[in-house]
């Protein structure tokens, strides 16, 4: 199973970026897809997870910014983020696992490589 994310780079406060995660080597329609965060210094964080049906957990610090989508036809899931600021600046990756929607690191089987998100003020 792999994973790879991109989209990242640097953007001021208040723009928009698109994240993408490849995934390849399972059966992504059937997978729970999730996006975590690491900042520097800190603990990785849960951002945000989409499950095969479409059901889908937000953080409360990305509630109305960000949106997760997924195209099972295309391996893919996506993560658009809107209105951004500064506390939004990590390192993103996308990760996937079997079962059930959860907001767990340690509960993800598989992670991508991570893209730096940077933003500027």
């Known amino acids: 199973v792999q994973l790879q994310a991109f989209g990242g780079g640097l953007v001021q406060t208040g723009g928009s970026l698109r994240l993408s995660c490849a995934a390849s080597?399972?059966?992504?329609?059937?997978?729970?897809m999730g996006w975590f965060r690491q900042a520097p210094g800190k603990e990785r964080e849960f951002v945000t997870a989409i499950n095969y049906g479409g059901s889908i957990y937000y953080a409360d610090s990305v509630l109305g910014r960000f949106t997760i989508s997924r195209d099972n036809a295309k391996n893919t899931v996506y993560l658009q983020m809107d209105s951004l600021k500064s506390k939004d600046t990590a390192v993103y990756y996308c990760?996937?696992?079997?079962?059930?929607?959860?907001?767990?690191?340690?509960?993800?089987?598989?992670w991508g490589q991570g893209t730096l998100v940077t933003v500027s003020s």
């Open positions: 990760a996937a696992r079997r079962g059930g929607l959860t907001r767990e690191p340690n509960e993800y089987a598989y």
């Open positions: 080597g399972h059966t992504f329609s059937s997978s729970v």
